[in-house]
């Protein structure tokens, strides 16, 4: 393997063993014809070539369990994920040596977590990851569009330690995010009924969507307060998203001045509310697959902030 650091990017090199060729032979051997054979034998290059990285890296790549990985898959669709714990799946696509452009199949359009960029040498002994991007919107990306494998890093760190929102649209919760039920008691949630029947409240779900809670202490008052994050899939991509801040403990109303942030992935302020003697405020927005923002809930010197991604 080579790293390849400049003062514009970061690159990675690796080899492609007889292993590597290996594998994408058996693929190749099972495809219709000798186009798609050609085309599995490149993405398996390039997929080999990020996983390989990957693990460089820390990260924990299961291949085997991709669509890349899957003959049948290979024949019907053009192919090159990666599933990464944590991460989700990553797509690597191959770049001949002449090209100045990366190809990115429809099939793998917005369905990514984001897009390696593997150009391959043209014996095919090596794999150069020349860079990386995080959304698709055309079939052809050019090459001075990409990303350096830094900006990969920060993304994927970000990712790691978010809380995986698509994830709730299945029931799937990270430790922490309770049910409302669990943390606040029915007279504290203003936008529930005191009439409530069969009826009413199914349509009041179906409207919510998904819902989760999780409490936080406010150093050094030692004051708690719920923070509570609405979902609602508006497409297969789009998502409206609200958060609320609620009192905890019994208490009516919120500490005065506390204030509620969406900060963007950069982690510049891009909506603000504050508590001005309030039982609860809260930021309501839209965001896509794929982005990441982060929530900051601010008293005083007491910051704290929790990360999201779509």
Avoid at 139 to 144: A, R
Avoid at 187 to 206: G, V, Y
Avoid at 274 to 287: C, D, M, P, V, Y
């Amino acid at each position: 393997m080579q790293i390849n650091n400049t003062m514009e990017s970061l690159t990675f090199t690796v080899p492609l063993s007889r292993a590597a060729h290996q594998i994408a032979t058996q693929f190749r051997q099972q495809q219709f014809n000798s186009q798609q054979g050609k085309q599995v034998y490149l993405n398996t290059l390039s997929v080999y070539a990020v996983n390989f990285y990957l693990k460089c890296m820390g990260f924990e790549p299961d291949w085997k369990s991709s669509d890349s990985f899957n003959p049948m898959m290979q024949k019907f669709t053009d192919v090159a994920d990666l599933n990464v714990k944590h991460l989700g799946k990553l797509e690597c696509r191959p770049v001949l040596p002449e090209q100045q452009i990366v190809s990115i199949p429809l099939e793998a359009m917005n369905q990514r977590r984001g897009y390696f960029a593997v150009q391959l040498n043209e014996k095919l002994t090596e794999a150069t990851i020349l860079g990386f991007i995080k959304n698709a919107s055309t079939e052809e990306v050019p090459l001075t569009e990409l990303k350096s494998l830094d900006f990969f890093l920060q993304y994927a760190s970000q990712l790691e330690n978010a809380v995986q929102l698509r994830q709730w649209l299945q029931h799937t919760f990270e430790t922490g995010w309770e049910t409302i039920e669990t943390l606040l008691s029915p007279p504290k949630i203003a936008w529930r009924s005191q009439n409530i029947t069969l009826d009413s409240l199914t349509a009041i779900n179906s409207d919510l969507g998904v819902e989760r809670i999780k409490k936080f202490n406010l150093e050094p008052t030692g004051e708690q307060i719920g923070l509570l994050v609405r979902l609602q899939a508006r497409t297969e991509l789009e998502m409206g998203i609200g958060v609320e801040l609620y009192p905890t403990n019994h208490h009516i109303y919120l500490p005065q001045n506390l204030q509620l942030m969406l900060l963007d992935e950069y982690g510049e302020t891009v909506m603000q509310a504050e508590a001005r003697s309030t039982k609860n405020i809260q930021l309501k927005f839209s965001g896509e697959s794929g982005e990441v923002f982060s929530v900051k809930v601010a008293l005083g010197e007491t910051n704290i902030v929790e990360t999201f991604v779509i």
